[in-house]
Nanobody
Framework: QVQLVESGGGSVQAGGSLRLSCAAS????????MGWFRQAPGKEREFVAV????????YYADSVKGRFTISRDNAKNTVYLQMNSLKPEDTAVYYC?????????????????WGQGTQVTVSS
């Protein structure tokens, strides 16, 4: 089993920044891709970003490209999501997810472990 715990959410004004963290524990493997997803009220869960096990490759949703940065520190078993230039439409619950494979994916069904989520609220 792998446990994922997100932190760093909160309320900010448009244009502000937040950094989310996702700490992994349990039977973790460094050779796995890690992703961030989000879900706004009344909407389906959507892909935000993914990072390869080495951290050398990343992929972003078009809606966040250029504003968000995903990174990881394997020594600390932690993945981060730096969010800059936040917009009201970024408001959602953000989830960290672990894939059982090293291959990066934007599909939620490719991930088998999920955190409990952290709320991000951006006001205009």
């Amino acid at each position: 089993q792998v446990q994922l715990v997100e932190s760093g959410g909160g309320s900010v004004q448009a244009g502000g920044s937040l950094r989310l963290s996702c700490a992994a524990s349990g039977r973790t493997s460094r050779r796995n891709a890690m992703g961030w997803f989000r879900q706004a009220p009344g909407k389906e869960r959507e892909f935000v970003a993914v990072i390869s096990w080495s951290g050398g490759n990343t992929y972003y949703a078009d809606s966040v490209k250029g504003r968000f940065t995903i990174s990881r520190d394997n020594a600390k078993n932690t993945v981060y999501l730096q969010m800059n230039s936040l917009k009201p439409e970024d408001t959602a619950v953000y989830y960290c997810a672990a894939s059982p494979r090293a291959t990066m994916s934007s599909a939620y069904y490719e991930y088998n472990y999920w955190g409990q989520g952290t709320q991000v609220t951006v006001s205009s």
